[in-house]
């Protein structure tokens, strides 16, 4: 059984290391979640969040996981007789395909090994068919700790199929990575608050374009819990469509106050800078799994060349330091472990795990 009065620190890809302060968020006294001291908290979260995702256009808040806008951008953004592209590198993107399959849409898909990058050509070859109303693709891929180059990707599909739409799958990319949503031209992007946002799960945020916006305006069937018309007649009283999970919208609100007392820049700088940390040590060590131009500065996957294993050596850190960082995901579990380094984790948390698997792997 978990000691709930010693709960292990968490270096696993999410949920990740939460701050006491943040967790005291989650006791306040609740509130009404009709009346006007929720609705005040909710409009100033979404005017932090839009500032830190750099967007002048809807944000909304789901009480659920990232998952479920998954489908929601599907559901809302695709009609029945519309194909969408699905870019596939990695556990999560390829689900994303899964999703747009269970909603009755028509799927392709662009897929490429664990561990290696989509780029701009291969999305360009697939969209210059003109057969595809919508791309799916994952900022940060939290299986293979992958880091697509979305900046460049979407640069060239805003200059050669600006009618596409672009749904963005950010769950553990979002303020752990440069996110400039307006300037990118993305229609929808989401994630969940336990990666980055350093909160426990049970909520998600994300991103609508206005042109996305519209066009579920034309989509019959959107379905009820994720249909976006709701979220934005609900959002005209800083509102949700249903019940909010009031304790982790405080925690949200007091996290967006710190990033942005922080700054976006710096924020990510330090992500950048554990990111870099790690990577030294892993390839000192081990070996990267992602190529090193796309390896991410939220989590990284370790190729297992030495063979440890990895499962022992996980129980062993926890038994002696209470601590756990992350197997490698699905077909990747024993050739790769995961750690990571984004949120509230600091660069002394990551030396100190660091030193115990040296310790351990010796």
Not at 4 to 18: A, E
Request: charged share 25%; proline share 4%.
């Amino acid at each position: 059984m978990v000691d709930w009065k010693d709960p292990p620190t968490l270096f696993i890809p999410g949920p990740v290391k939460v701050l006491p302060e943040v967790l005291e968020q989650l006791s306040r006294p609740t509130l009404g979640h009709r009346g006007k001291e929720y609705s005040q908290l909710h409009g100033e979260t979404v005017s932090m969040l839009k500032k830190i995702l750099s967007t002048e256009q809807s944000v909304f808040l789901s009480t659920s996981s990232a998952s479920g806008v998954w489908e929601g951008s599907i559901r809302n953004c695709v009609k029945m007789d519309e194909t969408v592209l699905c870019t596939m590198c990695g556990a999560f993107s390829d689900k994303f395909a899964s999703v747009a399959r269970a909603c009755g849409r028509t799927a392709e898909e662009l897929k490429v090994e664990w561990g290696q990058a989509i780029t701009a050509d291969m999305i360009d070859k697939k969209l210059a068919s003109g057969n595809y109303a919508a791309l799916t693709i994952v900022y940060n891929e939290t299986s293979t700790g992958l880091t697509n180059p979305v900046y460049e990707i979407s640069e060239m599909v805003k200059a050669k199929y600006p009618d596409v739409l672009v749904f963005v799958d950010a769950v553990s990319g979002m303020v752990g990575l440069p996110l400039h949503f307006d300037e990118l031209g993305w229609d929808v992007v989401f994630a969940s608050v336990q990666k980055a946002f350093a909160i426990p799960p049970g909520l998600a945020v994300f991103a609508v374009s206005d042109r996305a916006m519209e066009k579920s305006k034309t989509v019959p069937d959107r379905g009820y819990y994720f249909d976006f018309q709701q979220f934005a007649k609900s959002a005209e009283k800083n509102q949700t469509p249903t019940t909010p999970v009031i304790p982790h919208i405080m925690a949200l609100h007091y996290q967006c106050t710190r990033l942005l007392e922080e700054g976006m820049e710096n924020v990510w700088a330090r992500h950048k800078k554990m990111a870099e940390y790690v990577k030294t040590w892993a390839k000192e060590n081990f070996a990267l799994f992602a190529p090193e131009e796309y390896a991410s500065n939220t989590l990284t996957a370790v190729k297992n060349t030495r063979g440890i294993n990895v499962g022992k050596v996980i129980s062993a850190i926890q038994e002696k330091h209470n601590t756990v960082f992350g197997n490698g995901y699905g077909k990747l579990k024993e050739e790769t472990f995961r750690i990571a380094h984004m949120g509230d984790i600091s660069l002394d948390d990551l030396k100190e795990l660091l030193g115990w698997i040296d310790d351990e792997i010796k």
